[in-house]
Every structure is written in C-alpha cells, then in structure tokens.
C-alpha cells in the first residue's frame, strides 16, 4: 500500500459528518427504510438508530461508507427538489414540440422512481399523475394452472418430539472447528484442546452471529452505558451486586450421617436461557414492575430471617442499604415474596434501568452447545466438550469490558447472566429443603452439599437437567464439634447391587472397598452392628432411618 492510499484511509476516518437529525431527515425524504441503508452498509439497525440519535458514532471504514451514503442523499435530494420547482407538464399546458422529448431508453422518474419513457426539461418524468399512479400499480401475477383439484386432508398429525432438533449448520461448526484442530496437531488431543482454547472467543462471536441469522431480534453490540455499570478504575468493579451464594449452615445438623457434594452440569450454559434487554437501559418507572423489560435496578432487599436452614438469596452481603442487583435477583425475591411462598417482604425498588427484553435473544446458541456438549458426551469426546464448555464460559466472563471481546460489549447482559445462575442454584437448594433434604453448604455456582436421599429428588447423570455426585465427606470436616461418625463414607463410592438368596432384604455395595452400604443413601458404610434386627431387611443407616 503506498502512502498516498495509506493517508487517504486515514483521512476517510475521520470524514465529518451531518448533524443527526441531518442524517435521520436526509434518509427519511427519500423515502428510504432504516433497515434497507443498515444493509446496504453491514450493519444492524440498531447501530444506525444509534448514529441517527447521536448516541454513538461509526469508525474506520463503516464512517467513509455512511458519509458517502449521507452524501449522495444530499445530492439526490437536491436533484429532486430542483425538479419539483420546474414546470410540470399536463393535458391544460400549453407546450412546444422542443420542451417534452422521448427518451432512447427508459429512466427512473424524478418524481414517482418509476421508469419514465420521456422528459420535460431534461428530467425524467411522467407527463401526468395518472401515469405515475399506472406505473406504481404492481403488476398482478398471471394465475397459475391448477394441475389438479387439491383435496382435504383427513391424516391424523404426526405429533411433534419432545426432543430437542439439533440445528446441522451451527452443529457442523462446532464439529468442523475440532476435526481441523485435531488434523492440524496430529490428533494429539491436549494440544488441540489448547489451540481450540485460545480461540474459544472468536469462535463463540461466530458462532453466535450464525445463530442470529434470522432472528427476531437485532442485538445492540455496545449501548451506551448508565453509570453504574461503568467501572471506577481499571481495577475497579462497577456497582452491581450479582447475589453469588457462599452459605453454610450455621449450627451443625441432628444427623451426622455423611454429606453429598453434588455439582450442577452446565450452569452458565442454563443461565443463558434469561430475560435479556435488547437496546439500551434507560430509567423507567420503580413504581411498577414491568415483567415485558429487563435491565438493573436499586433497591433495598428485603430481611431474611431463614438463614438457620435457608440461604438469603441476595448472597453473603453484610452492608446495609440500598444495592444495585439484576434483574434475575428481583425477579427471585419478588417470587420468595409472593403468595406461594411468602418467606420475606417485597423488596423496595428505587430506581430502574430497563429495555424491552426477551427469554429466547441467546435460545438458539444455547441449544446448539447444549446439543454439541451432549454429542460429546454420547461419543466420549473430550476435545469437543472442552471446546464448548470454553465457548460459552468465555462468551459471558468477555461480555464486560474486554480486551479480547470487541465486538460486543454487554456488562448488563454478564451480570445477569451470572445472577441467572446463582438464582437456579437457590431455586435447587430450595427444592432440596422442601423434599427434606438436609443442606449443609451452598456455594459457588454450582455446588449443593446435602444429607439424605438425594437421589430421590435430583436425577443423577451429566446431562444439564441431572446432578453429578463430587465426592462425600463426613460431617466433621466443616463442624469439628461433631463427633466422628462410625460410618465411613468412600470419597468415590461405586455402587453394585447385591441380593443374597439365604436374605430377603435389599442390598448395595461398594465395587470400591467391597463393604456394603445403606441402600437409601448410598454412601454409609454398615457393619452388622450398626443395622438393628427390625432394619435389617433394608439395611438401612442409623441417618436415614
């Protein structure tokens, strides 16, 4: 490139342009659709709503390109206006052979954009209204031939599966991102998981586009901001408090039989399934809820007086007053504060930024790592499932302000995201309380510590709907007050069901240590003296009995 092209690139970004409302009337006296013009220079309509209200500015060569839109429009506009203020020529005028000439072919009309086949003063025009309402007209389509007599119907529907339809375009992405991986390193497995890593987030952005094709919805990449959720300092956080849960039961239970530590699959990946704010968060009334919008709000939570057995849902916040949250936290203790539950007060909303928002914005890229993660799971691919869970754990950790994710900045939508998987990790302990499970800890993102028959309330497997069982530990470990359970619990129990012909009662063991344990629990070892003899037909712990 030589340095003549080089100054003139540099030169185009910074061409000056119109004022707003310029731009906005310029477009709109041609009579041309927002929509059209943000094709036309590949972008979205949201972006050119921003330029046109002066909410943002175009850069590099996105401002050349509008800049010569807005400047042609100006010249068309005044071809236009000069064209109106000639004489228009009509059946009454009174006019010479010289002022009305047929033109060699046919020309756009200065007046209707219909093709003209004359001019009159060297514009193209028709020579009367009727003519340019004729060429306006659409041409109806010619019938087509019916071929045969269409009869009706009378087959029953095949109902619809349940299961989820996986998309073969955004599947083959992903797919086709791993096999290049593994053929460009030799199948070596470790260095394809790294090289897939370090582009996990462009990869994430164009993946997400390709899922937005078609979409409803326009996403807004970089809104303008509300103050609180701009940062003070570049190590500084902004003001939203994302109710992340780290509790523990403040006394130790009755029961000192063992604790299950068990892990949700895919929190961030569910979390994406959340009320997201399209445009940009502007104040709106704290008076009224309104479920259709989502963004932040102020407000002061409610008291939680459950701590005992429950955790406060807000999180481990210790200062008092009013605290930015996300729309997922008042959404959950407006809900906590309802009739079907009535476990506190409603919180007192103060102030509220908010956009029109919707459930299904991020549905289909969900759906499609959902359905790759349970691919891999089904063919033991451990690049391909560390591929996703990297997609979409650095699609939202990259959704603030950061260096590696550029094309798009959406602080509103991380935090919601996260506060999305605090509140379904409450809404399980909760469920867990209510089926009287025991919970001893609740922490981190994913993460329940439970006595009981957990296997009763949560489905055990890998799949996002189910449970993964960490480890098991005794209750001593967190409460040094309580005595050592005779008990022993394997940290990596593998059940096997036995049943004995001289016994009619039920038992499991341990593939592990070869001991048997309770068969309600599945995690307390037994010894013969520990089951009395009305019990032994069950074999079950003194916990869970």
């Known amino acids: 490139m030589s340095s003549y092209t080089t100054i003139d690139a540099l030169l185009a970004e910074h061409t000056p342009l119109p004022p707003p409302a310029e731009r906005t009337r310029l477009r709109s006296s041609l009579g041309i659709a927002r929509a059209r013009v943000a094709q036309a220079i590949g972008i979205n309509t ?9 909410l943002a500015e175009p850069e590099e060569h996105l401002r050349a390109t509008y800049a010569y ?3 042609q429009a100006h010249i068309v506009h005044a071809y236009r206006a000069k064209a109106i203020a000639a004489p228009r020529i009509t059946a009454s005028t009174e006019t010479t052979d010289a002022t009305v000439e047929t033109l060699p072919q046919c020309a756009p009309c200065v007046l209707c954009g219909k093709p003209a ?11 009367t209204a009727a003519e340019c309402a004729e060429a306006a007209a659409p041409t109806p389509a010619p019938p087509r031939p019916a071929r045969y007599e269409a009869k009706p119907d009378n087959r029953i529907p095949k109902p619809r599966s349940s299961a989820p339809q996986r998309s073969s375009t955004t599947q083959d992405l992903i797919s086709q991102s791993v096999t290049a991986a593994l053929v460009a390193h030799d199948g070596d497995p470790h260095k394809a998981t790294a090289a897939l890593t370090a582009r996990a987030i ?11 094709v078609g979409g409803r919805y326009d996403i807004v990449h970089h809104p303008a901001l509300p103050g609180m959720l701009r940062k003070t300092g570049p190590r500084e956080p902004d003001l939203i408090w994302e109710a992340r849960l780290n509790w523990q039961r403040p006394q130790a239970p009755e029961h000192t039989g063992p604790v299950a530590v068990l892990d949700i699959n895919g929190a ?13 968060l502007e104040p709106s009334n704290p008076q009224h809820h309104d479920r259709r919008r989502a963004g932040v709000h102020l407000i002061t939570p409610p008291t939680w007086e459950h701590d005992a057995y429950l955790p406060n849902p807000m999180g481990p916040r210790q200062e008092p007053g009013p605290v930015w949250v996300t729309e997922p936290t008042l959404r959950l203790l407006l809900r906590l504060s309802g009739p079907g539950h009535a476990l506190c007060d409603p919180p007192v909303i103060h102030e509220s930024y908010t956009s029109g928002a919707t459930e299904n914005l991020l549905e289909k890229f969900r759906t499609t790592l959902r359905d790759a993660r ?12 560390e591929y996703v869970k990297d997609l979409y754990a650095k699609f939202v950790s990259t959704l603030g302000e ?4 550029r094309e798009l900045r959406r602080p509103d939508w991380m935090h919601i995201i996260r506060s999305q998987a605090f509140a379904n990790l409450w809404s399980k302990a909760y469920k867990a309380h209510t089926e009287g499970l025991t919970l001893v800890r609740v922490c981190g993102t994913d993460e329940l510590h439970l006595q009981g028959d957990w296997l009763r309330t949560f489905p055990e497997g890998r799949n996002l709907s189910q449970m993964k069982l960490k480890e098991t530990y005794a209750l001593s470990r967190i409460y040094p007050e309580v005595k050592e359970n005779i008990q022993v619990a394997c940290k990596s129990p593998n059940f096997e069901k036995r049943r004995y012909e ?4 039920r038992y499991v063991g341990c593939r592990t240590c070869g001991g048997d344990l309770c068969t309600a629990c599945r995690t307390a070892h037994l010894r013969p003296s520990d089951v009395p003899y009305e019990y032994n037909d069950d074999n079950v712990c003194e916990s869970c009995r």
């Open 268 to 280: 961030f990946l569910s979390a994406l399934k959340t009320h997201l704010p399209l445009g940009r």
């Open 117 to 127: 086949t004359q001019q009159v003063a060297g514009y193209p025009q028709h020579l």
């Open 46 to 54: 949201a972006t050119l709503d921003a330029w046109e209200e002066g």
């Open 402 to 405: 950061s260096k590696q994710n």
């Open 374 to 385: 349970a691919r891999a799971l089904d063919e033991d691919d451990k690049v391909m499932l």
């Open 202 to 212: 462009p990869d994430a952005m164009a993946l997400l586009n390709a899922c937005r």
């Open 69 to 71: 839109f807005l400047a």
């Open 502 to 505: 001289y016994a009619g009662g």
